[in-house]
């Protein structure tokens, strides 16, 4: 395994090699360096701490959008307090927009699973779990297969290589809950409980899964793990920047000329990339604004957007986030209230109900944009958007109800007049009403033909 070249965005860890019909398997992955890393480690009998200081040398960020520094993660943990340590891979890729997990977790799983088996090595850990997306296909059985080629090649198990360290991971399959996601639900989920949030503190370091100390990181973080112990901090500091260390793999969609995954080196020039790699928008339209990292980061108009690095200080000098790395381009023409609407939509259908500003508020934001959309919106309704969002602010357990009023409160910073023409004329300013369908009609009329004479629940709620 050695640093990567300079190539089209930038220096590569995981898109530096033709991808076949057989480029996942161990034979191909080693072939390609892998797992020197641990032999590395494990021949030289290189101390768990060391692992972590090396890690937290690299100035490694993590990739699933907090960018929060994955070495001081690990550092916390009292690694001789007599209790057992898991170690969980985050691979619940539920962002609206964001895909490039699936790409890790299908080309390079063998990859994800040596860092993780490496992070459970730093951490003493002696069962990892992998939290999978349910709606995954081949990402699981790519991932299950190397889990079998890894125990049959002696990498996982009881004694790996000999060395006294043993390790067995368990590969779980969600049931398609966004907010499980989010670390301490997954850890519920993982119990066999309802994926809910949970306060904090304590810090799941402290008491995460089954009550004891847990680290959670996403699927890229730990895959950049073997880069770091194979080759050393130092030299992967030399690759980004010097606060975003590194490469950001990034998908991209929406009306963008070449959609797909992108492998960048932190500090690229944000317009080179949408325009020369990405090919500019379809149809050759203008770009209007961009969502950055994931529907919960805010947009960045194409004005924003000039000067702008991909990195986390640039990005949020401009005013939001690299965040999940899942980028959506949208071209001129579209309108954004409808936009408001489709990202209100997923969030309200997504809470789990657990915090009542977040289960009130989401659906209330919802139904006031969908009166907005349907023609029958109200002066009072923009302000109205703009208070449910303040309550939501902070008075949550979990951040879902944060990001949705941020997404749709910079949607309404940036656009305002298009909701207010909207209201005023009762149609978009880009061609027309969107027809809103209620995906509870049929069950309401079945309700009432049940119950006769009694009030709906969901007509007191439409006074809002």
């Given at each position: 395994?050695?640093?990567?070249?300079?190539?089209?965005?930038?220096?590569?860890?995981?898109?530096n090699?033709?991808?076949?019909?057989?480029?996942?398997?161990?034979?191909?992955?080693?072939?390609?360096?892998?797992?020197?890393?641990?032999?590395?480690v494990?021949?030289?009998?290189?101390?768990p701490?060391?692992v972590?200081?090396?890690?937290?040398?690299?100035?490694?960020?993590?990739?699933?959008?907090?960018?929060?520094?994955?070495?001081?993660?690990?550092g916390?943990?009292?690694?001789?307090?007599?209790?057992?340590?898991?170690?969980?891979?985050?691979?619940?890729?539920?962002?609206?927009?964001?895909?490039?997990?699936?790409?890790?977790?299908?080309?390079?799983p063998?990859m994800?699973?040596?860092?993780?088996?490496?992070?459970?090595?730093a951490?003493?850990?002696?069962?990892?779990?992998?939290?999978?997306?349910?709606?995954?296909?081949?990402?699981?059985r790519?991932?299950r297969?190397?889990?079998?080629?890894?125990?049959a090649?002696?990498?996982?198990g009881?004694?790996?290589?000999?060395?006294?360290?043993?390790?067995?991971?368990?590969?779980y399959?969600?049931?398609?809950s966004?907010?499980?996601?989010?670390?301490?639900?997954?850890?519920?989920?993982?119990?066999?409980?309802?994926?809910w949030?949970?306060?904090?503190?304590?810090?799941?370091?402290?008491?995460?899964?089954?009550?004891?100390?847990?680290?959670?990181?996403?699927?890229?973080t730990?895959?950049?793990?073997?880069?770091?112990?194979?080759?050393?901090?130092?030299?992967?500091?030399?690759?980004?920047?010097?606060?975003?260390?590194?490469?950001?793999?990034?998908?991209?969609?929406?009306?963008?000329?070449?959609?797909g995954?992108?492998?960048?080196e932190y500090?690229?020039?944000?317009?080179?990339?949408?325009?020369?790699?990405?090919?500019?928008?379809?149809?050759?339209?203008?770009l209007?604004?961009?969502?950055?990292?994931?529907?919960?980061t805010?947009?960045l108009?194409?004005?924003?957007?000039?000067?702008?690095?991909?990195?986390h200080?640039?990005?949020?000098?401009?005013?939001?986030?690299?965040?999940?790395?899942?980028?959506?381009?949208?071209a001129?023409?579209?309108?954004?209230?409808?936009?408001?609407?489709?990202?209100?939509?997923?969030y309200?259908h997504e809470?789990?109900?657990?915090?009542?500003?977040?289960?009130?508020?989401?659906?209330?934001?919802?139904?006031?944009?969908?009166?907005?959309?349907?023609?029958?919106?109200?002066?009072?309704d923009?302000?109205?958007?703009?208070?449910?969002?303040?309550?939501?602010?902070?008075t949550?357990i979990?951040?879902l109800?944060?990001?949705?009023?941020?997404?749709?409160t910079?949607?309404?910073d940036?656009?305002?007049?298009?909701?207010?023409y909207?209201?005023?004329n009762?149609r978009?300013?880009?061609?027309?009403?969107?027809?809103?369908?209620?995906?509870?009609?049929?069950?309401?009329?079945r309700?009432?033909?049940?119950?006769?004479?009694?009030?709906?629940?969901?007509?007191?709620?439409?006074?809002?």
């Open positions: 395994m050695t640093l990567p070249a300079q190539v089209g965005t930038g220096r590569k860890f995981f898109m090699f033709p991808v076949t019909a057989d480029s996942h398997t161990l034979a191909a992955y080693r072939g390609r360096g892998g797992y020197q890393a641990l032999a590395k494990l021949s030289t009998g290189m101390a701490t060391d972590t200081k090396e890690v937290t040398a690299s100035g490694i960020l993590g990739h699933g959008g907090a960018a929060f520094p994955a070495g001081r993660k690990w916390v943990v009292k690694l001789d307090d007599g209790e057992p340590h898991y170690v969980c891979m985050n691979a619940d890729e539920g962002e609206p927009g964001t895909f490039k997990d699936r790409w890790l977790l299908e080309h390079v063998h994800c699973l040596e860092g993780l088996i490496l992070a459970s090595y951490l003493k850990g002696r069962h990892a779990f992998i939290y999978i997306r349910g709606e995954f296909d081949l990402p699981w790519r991932m297969d190397a889990i079998e080629e890894a125990y090649a002696g990498l996982l009881e004694n790996i290589q000999g060395s006294g360290f043993s390790l067995d991971v368990v590969l399959r969600g049931a398609g966004y907010v499980c996601g989010e670390a301490s639900a997954m850890l519920a989920s993982l119990e066999g409980k309802k994926g949030p949970r306060n904090r503190p304590p810090r799941l370091t402290v008491k995460g899964l089954y009550q004891r100390p847990t680290v959670v990181n996403n699927v890229e730990l895959a950049n793990v073997p880069i770091i112990i194979a080759e050393g901090a130092e030299a992967f500091r030399k690759v980004g920047t010097a606060k975003s260390p590194g490469t950001q793999m990034i998908s991209i969609s929406g009306h963008i000329a070449r959609p995954v992108y492998e960048v500090g690229y020039s944000w317009e080179r990339f949408l325009y020369e790699d990405c090919g500019g928008m379809q149809g050759g339209k203008a209007k604004c961009v969502i950055p990292g994931g529907v919960s805010k947009i108009s194409a004005e924003e957007l000039k000067g702008v690095t991909l990195d200080n640039s990005a949020l000098a401009a005013g939001s986030q690299v965040g999940s790395g899942g980028m959506i381009a949208i001129e023409g579209t309108c954004m209230v409808r936009l408001a609407r489709v990202i209100q939509r997923f309200h809470s789990c109900g657990q915090c009542t500003p977040c289960r009130e508020g989401m659906g209330w934001m919802e139904r006031v944009l969908d009166r907005i959309v349907r023609g029958q919106g109200r002066p009072e923009i302000d109205r958007l703009y208070h449910i969002s303040t309550a939501n602010d902070g949550t979990c951040s109800g944060d990001s949705a009023g941020y997404a749709v910079a949607i309404l940036h656009y305002r007049e298009e909701f207010e909207y209201i005023a009762g978009s300013m880009h061609d027309g009403t969107l027809t809103v369908t209620d995906p509870f009609a049929e069950s309401l009329a309700w009432h033909a049940a119950h006769p004479g009694a009030l709906s629940p969901t007509l007191a709620a439409g006074a809002h």
